[in-house]
């Protein structure tokens, strides 16, 4: 499953058991073992059952290897296509977030932005604005024929 070479160093271990009643054999998952991580007698051991013990003629051989896995061409395409994949991937999720951030900086342009006038208020622009607003009345006035005798308005 793995594409690579699998190979025993030790085919088996001597066991110490305390139970009443001891498996004959003992299975070991390798569903983990990588290349990089071989099995371990220190790993086997803490996958030991209750009760039973390693032998103590490997107290100075806890870090030797019981089983390994062998790098093939095989692995080393499978580890490049997993790599390449998810590079397709990251690329893939960066093209669509460009394509997002582009179509709502295009929404923000489209939109025409509501500008608030400046006015600037002081006694001299309201004195102004009244005398501009009775002038434009007389105006209107005179327009209409509403002026009586000296240009007064009339009510």
């Excluded at 107290?59 to 296509?81: E, P």
């Amino acid at each position: 499953m793995a594409n690579a070479d699998f190979s025993f160093h030790q085919k088996s271990l001597w066991v110490w058991c305390f139970n009443d009643v001891y498996p004959g054999r003992i299975d070991i998952d390798c569903a983990h073992l990588s290349p990089n991580m071989p099995i371990k007698i220190g790993d086997v051991e803490k996958m030991l059952p209750y009760g039973m013990y390693l032998h103590k003629q490997y107290n100075n051989m806890k870090f030797h290897a019981v089983v390994t896995l062998g790098i093939t061409n095989k692995y080393i395409g499978r580890r490049n296509l997993i790599v390449e994949q998810s590079d397709q991937i990251k690329e893939q999720r960066r093209s669509m977030q460009s394509a997002m951030l582009e179509k709502k900086r295009l929404e923000r342009t489209n939109k025409v932005s509501k500008s608030v006038p400046t006015y600037i208020q002081s006694s001299k622009n309201i004195t102004a604005e009244k005398k501009n607003a009775g002038l434009d009345e007389m105006l209107a006035k005179s327009k209409e024929g509403g002026l009586g005798k000296g240009g007064k308005l009339s009510k």
